[in-house]
């Protein structure tokens, strides 16, 4: 197992013992040439899996042209970027098709693009007395990790030893109606919350909840804003989270799934007159809407547009949810929160921590990352094939059987230096000799002839006769175009030689 600590950086994370060197769709290798599938995805930057190949071309294609340019000038892409955004996202929000579009880069700007372009709409368009706006969110937030950002939050990792922060926030329970509408008042210019919260392990709202914000908002005339850069794109079955509530928020702050898991892309979506007060000189970014952003960013909206992703986001949650709460009837786990293709998962404290878990399904070949101790975040590439997904979920259940039993290991092999791999689902793997995916350097080669296809017409690995009719025909049958997935028959992950983890690995 190689190790992940490294004397030149700041210990900013404590990731598992895992060194990644290579990733195709839903699978990446180590160093070491162990084969895993990523049920993490980037935290949802990689809904369209590693290197899809229609993102892959985009991104060469323009790397060839020009890549920055800054905003002291236009360049030939950002406004194609810009209306695709308004085209895909604006009928979600109320600015509809006359949405404006703020391009950053990060998720966490595009959460302080959308708090200073209230506050000036809250100023200069609603009379707010200068310096007194106030925006209300949500306990168990994650915006993002600015000063500003994680000011709002109320987990003490996040914030404390960070102060003093930000004023003009009121925090209330998340999803508590009542508190929301206790809290404001004549100074309130936003409520700004996730839609689905995803550092609190895919926390879900009561379905009134997002409903009695909209009515709310829209009769005190306060911006709603909903921060759909981990919910957004696909991963809850719809293009936005609010979809789910029939809801449509003002502004909408987008990221993560956006870049492809190519670059960092971002952005502000929503109403002309809340967007519009940023005017030349109030609002920027060096790189925000730079041409390869906008490049990929348009590539990755051309493969939302057709529906397919959000289908099997839809049809493949359905599976999720079932398994899990087959575990917690089982006990094995307390918890399970699922939308979409999106869980959380709460483990038994008397098994295990979340971090334990972890590192037991690292043994057994599926990577995923525990968040406040106990719970995990379970988020596949929206390209997963059903066979991958059902694996994955028996290790899970195999991994959770093993903390109970035992330990990580679970059992008495646990720490050995076979060549074997735990679990009946590994026992055999017919792949072996099977030829390796293209390596990160291979699509280079490959790109200029993808880049031939239209723009509007990005390759997909995902079979073009799948679209949302036939939900169930991709619950059942995986799609039979695997060109960004590993396998046409999608196999266990590769057996590994690997020592015992140690509780304190990592």
């Known amino acids: 197992m190689a190790d992940t600590t490294h004397g030149a950086l700041a210990p900013t994370y404590h990731p598992l013992p895992v060194t990644i060197a290579r990733a195709h769709g ?5 160093i070491d040439g162990n084969e895993f599938l990523d049920f993490l995805s980037g935290y949802s930057a990689l809904n369209f899996g590693h290197l899809h190949q229609g993102l892959v071309a985009a991104a060469m294609t323009q790397l060839r042209q020009v890549t920055l340019t800054s905003r002291a000038f236009d360049h030939d892409r950002l406004e194609e970027f810009a209306q ?3 085209e895909v996202v604006g009928p979600l929000t109320t600015g509809g098709e006359d949405s404006l579009v703020v391009p950053m880069n990060t998720g966490a700007e595009a959460v302080e693009t959308a708090i200073k372009a209230v506050r000036k709409w809250g100023y200069d368009v609603r009379g707010v007395p200068a310096d007194q706006a106030t925006i209300v969110v949500a306990g168990g937030n994650f915006h993002g990790r600015t000063t500003t950002l994680v000011g709002l939050s109320d987990d003490p990792a996040a914030r404390d030893g960070f102060g003093p922060f930000t004023p003009g926030f009121v925090r209330v329970p998340f999803g508590d109606l009542a508190a929301v509408a206790d809290a404001v008042d004549d100074t309130t210019v936003a409520v700004l919350m996730e839609p689905v919260q995803g550092e609190a392990g895919v926390v879900v709202p009561a379905d009134g909840f997002w409903p009695g914000l909209r009515a709310l908002t829209a009769e005190k005339n306060i911006a709603l804003v909903a921060d759909e850069i981990q919910s957004g794109l696909g991963r809850t079955g719809t293009t936005l989270a609010c979809e789910l509530w029939d809801v449509r928020p003002d502004l ?10 190519i670059l960092p892309v971002s952005a502000v979506v929503g109403k002309p007159e809340i967007l519009g007060v940023l005017t030349p000189g109030t609002h920027g970014s060096t790189f925000g809407g730079n041409p390869l952003a906008c490049a ?14 959000q289908a099997r986001a839809a049809a493949s949650g359905r599976v999720l949810k079932e398994r899990l709460d087959a575990l917690v009837d089982q006990g094995l786990l307390t918890g399970a929160r699922c939308v979409g293709l999106w869980a959380g998962i709460d483990v038994d404290p008397a098994l295990g921590t979340g971090r334990e878990l972890c590192e037991a399904l690292l043994e057994r070949g599926v990577l995923a990352k525990d968040t406040h101790d106990e719970t995990i975040r379970l988020s596949p590439p929206l390209s997963i094939v059903q066979p991958e997904l059902e694996m994955a979920l028996d290790i899970l259940e195999e991994s959770l059987v093993a903390l109970r039993d035992g330990g990580p290991g679970g059992g008495p092999d646990e720490g050995s230096d076979d060549d074997g791999s735990d679990g009946e689902a590994q026992a055999e793997d017919p792949a072996q000799d099977a030829e390796e995916p293209a390596t990160a350097e291979e699509p280079a080669t490959e790109a200029p002839a993808a880049a031939e296809k239209p723009a509007t017409e990005p390759p997909s690995d995902i079979d ?12 059942t049958t995986p799609s039979t175009d695997t060109a960004d997935i590993p396998d046409d028959k999608p196999t266990p992950p590769r057996k590994r030689r690997r020592s015992k983890l140690s509780p304190a690995a990592g």
Do not use: I, M, P, S
């Open 26 to 30: 839903t699978h990446v290798w180590d």
């Open 84 to 86: 695709r955004l308004v």
């Open 252 to 261: 909408v702050c987008l990221g993560k799934a956006l870049g492809g898991g």
């Open 296 to 309: 990929v960013g348009v590539a990755a909206l051309d493969l939302l547009a057709t529906g397919q992703y």
């Open 464 to 475: 073009e006769d799948a679209t949302e009719q036939t939900e169930t025909a991709v619950e």
